[in-house]
């Protein structure tokens, strides 16, 4: 079994910061890109930012300059420091994985539960 647990999320002024944190666990054998995606009301998830096990990342041009993607291979987590935060960055946010684990040959696409990010005006 494998599962991400997200935490980090919450309320915010405008101009404000979070930081999300993801932790990987269970019977993980390597783990390829993470990521970070996001959902708001009414609209499809989409793309924040993605980081490689070799450290290269990937922004959504929406947050480009304010949010910065990190992860510490050694615990299995990925960051998402979010600053200059806009009310048009409200929205659950996921963190995503490819995991190979040790009972299966194959990569995984793993979801987390996703936390809430809410910005006020």
């Known amino acids: 079994q494998v599962q991400l647990v997200e935490s980090g999320g919450g309320l915010v002024e405008a101009g404000g910061s979070l930081r999300l944190s993801c932790a990987a666990s269970g019977s993980i054998y390597n783990i390829r890109t993470m990521g970070w995606y996001r959902q708001a009301p009414g609209k499809q998830r989409e793309l924040a930012a993605t980081?490689?096990?070799?450290?290269?990342?990937d922004y959504a041009d929406s947050v480009k300059g304010r949010f910065t993607i990190s992860r510490d291979n050694a615990k299995n987590t990925v960051y998402l420091q979010m600053n200059s935060l806009k009310p048009e960055d409200t929205a659950v946010y996921y963190c995503?994985?490819?995991?190979?684990?040790?009972?299966?040959?194959?990569?995984?696409?793993?979801w987390g539960q996703g936390t809430q990010v809410t910005v006020s005006s």
């Open positions: 995503n994985a490819q995991i190979k684990s040790l009972s299966y040959s194959l990569y995984g696409d793993y």
């Open positions: 980081i490689t096990s070799g450290g290269n990342t």
